[in-house]
């Protein structure tokens, strides 16, 4: 992905001043090392991360036997790739977890903008290639455009949204595009149309259900609370934490608050597509110890794949 090849750029050229060695001597790895640590702090790796990658690295490197198979060059390629897979994965490489009796709960988490109505479409689609019903819940009732902002996406993904409509009082709800009206309040309660999509979930055999949670500017404790209550509602399978690669050096503040905030289960990294400077979500994993799922690389539906701490890392490194 583009997030990365600055990154990737400079990694391979720290390796090629090894090409032609033999033996390393220490001042060889420590050289090596110094311009692995340029490169991860000028992708912006939060700087605990660069620091523990590093030592690590140094330290195998230094008590590395001479293999048969690999040259000096290829097995510092290798911990390094090692290394680069274990901060991505904490070495977890885990699939979606289910609920024992459908529907599976999934709630999205994130700052505004980070993707999570984007993100709410690719995974429905996803999940609906693999052959699930699932049900898109628009619980983000803090911003008037983001309940239409979803049905778009739904419409697009061919899903059903699970909304409430603004102004109406009753709890009917209308058959054909699944909106079903909250009680009680014109902009709705969103731990309500939470509570409710599970309802409407279980009678209409909808199997996955998606829900979208209101996005904050910076971290805020009132929404904070919100999702808290949406997810105590709920209770999900797993809680994503949806972050943009591109936010920079808040990646590492703003994804501990959301762990203390809602204690998410998983990480889904959005806008790998974009500049090259997408370090930061490569700390994310390590600060919060809590593995990436899934990552995303375009606005497309299906601009969206299973994340593979290994496949990335190989891919950082190619
Ligand atoms: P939300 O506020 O978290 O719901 O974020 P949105 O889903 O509305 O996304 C914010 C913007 O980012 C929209 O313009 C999306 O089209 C765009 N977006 C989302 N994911 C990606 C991605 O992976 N790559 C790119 N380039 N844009 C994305």
Redesign the pocket.
């Known amino acids: 992905p583009t997030a990365f090849s600055s990154l990737t750029d400079r990694l391979t050229n720290a390796f090629k001043h090894l090409r032609s060695k033999g033996k390393l001597s220490e001042t060889d790895i420590d050289s090596t090392i110094r311009e692995i640590r340029r490169a991860l702090l000028d992708a912006d790796v939060a700087l605990p991360v660069v620091r523990s990658f590093t030592s690590q690295v140094r330290e195998r490197c230094l008590s590395t036997e001479v293999s048969d198979s690999l040259n000096p060059a290829q097995q510092v390629v290798s911990i390094v790739n090692d290394e680069l897979t274990a901060i991505l994965g904490q070495g977890v490489d885990r699939p979606l977890n289910f609920a024992k009796n459908p529907p599976t709960v999934i709630m999205l988490a ?10 709410a479409g690719k995974l429905g689609y996803w999940l609906k290639q693999a052959g699930h019903t699932p049900l898109l819940v628009a619980a983000d009732l803090q911003r008037p455009n983001a309940v239409t ?1 979803l049905k778009v996406v739904g419409e697009r993904a061919g899903i059903p949204v699970f909304a409430p409509q603004a102004g109406v009082t009753s709890s009917d709800e209308t058959a054909e595009d699944a909106t079903v009206v909250t009680p009680g309040a014109t902009h709705g309660d969103p731990v309500a149309v939470a509570r409710q999509s599970l309802e409407f979930a279980r009678q209409k055999l909808y199997d996955m259900v998606i829900i ?1 949670t209101a ?1 904050r500017l910076g971290v805020d404790e009132e929404l904070m609370a919100q999702a808290r209550d949406i997810r105590d509602a709920v209770q999900p399978q797993e809680i994503l934490f ?1 972050i943009d690669a591109m936010i920079g050096q808040d990646a590492v503040q703003t994804a501990q608050a959301f762990n203390q905030g809602v204690n998410f289960t998983g990480v889904v990294l ?5 500049d090259a400077r997408g370090g930061a979500a490569l700390s994310v994993a390590s600060v919060t110890n809590k593995p990436i799922l899934f990552d ?4 497309g539906l299906t ?1 969206f794949e299973v994340f593979h701490p290994d496949r990335m890392a190989g891919r950082i490194l190619d």
Do not use: F, I, N, P
């Open positions: 994130g700052l505004q903008g980070a993707g999570k109505t984007t993100l902002q979208d996005g949806v959005t806008k790998l597509d974009g995303s690389t375009g606005e601009d």
